[in-house]
């Protein structure tokens, strides 16, 4: 997977005038429960509660659920509770070779060259000419700092169902590049997770994302979050699950 990813991410796929941010996105989510509705405030953990890094994603984040449907919460009445939960790794080491050519000696061939003499005769001789040629002449073998970068997005209900989990939706979306900064990846990560939304319950997908059209634009309602308290906790208490807990993909 981490090749797949590596290719998809790492290098500009052209179409037109248009180049692309590849991903793979992951989602589980209850298929008979639609999100379409549904009102929402957001749950950062402890330590995103005063973050701007925090505020900034949930803005992206905010403008993606209200597009497709869901509506944030004016006051502590929710049904849903968002959390969200990042990281890029220290990245890992990956070696790759390329080819090499070059103009080279391939041997010789004959050639004829006539004459014509003194008493008029056509005389022909042949002469040796060496041929070259643009050919493979060996590899080399280059090394590069390759990051992976993950997203995920918790929704969980207030109020649960009885006989229901009270998670209804949790995504993951994971890319690799050389580029160790998770910041210039996050808009992209989340558009490519927010594609198709929900999507397929259990799969694990490739998702490409147009990057020329700038990102950053939609996050421009970023406003505060208001989890209900102004510790950032939720006013039920509780403390947030972190999204999509478990071990990080690619760890």
Known sequence: MAARLSALAAALLLGGCASYFGAEVTAYHQEDQPLSGLSFRFAPAPQQAESLEFQTYAGYVRRELLAHGMKE????RRDVDVALDYMVDGGRPVSYSQPNYAYVFQGY????????????QVVSYWESVPIYGYDLVGYSTYQRTVYRKQFKLALTRTQPVPGRPARLYEGTVVADSEDGALNNAVPYLIQA?????PGPNGVTRQ??????????????????????TSDGKPVDGRQPEPAGSGAAAGK
Do not use: I, S
């Open 109 to 120: 061939r004959q050639v004829r060259h006539d004459r014509t003499d003194a008493n008029g």
């Open 193 to 197: 997770l927010f594609q198709d939304f």
């Open 207 to 228: 998702v490409r994302v147009e990057t020329d059209r700038k990102a950053e634009a939609k996050a421009a309602d970023t406003k505060p979050v208001d989890a209900g």
């Open 73 to 76: 919460a004016g006051g502590p």
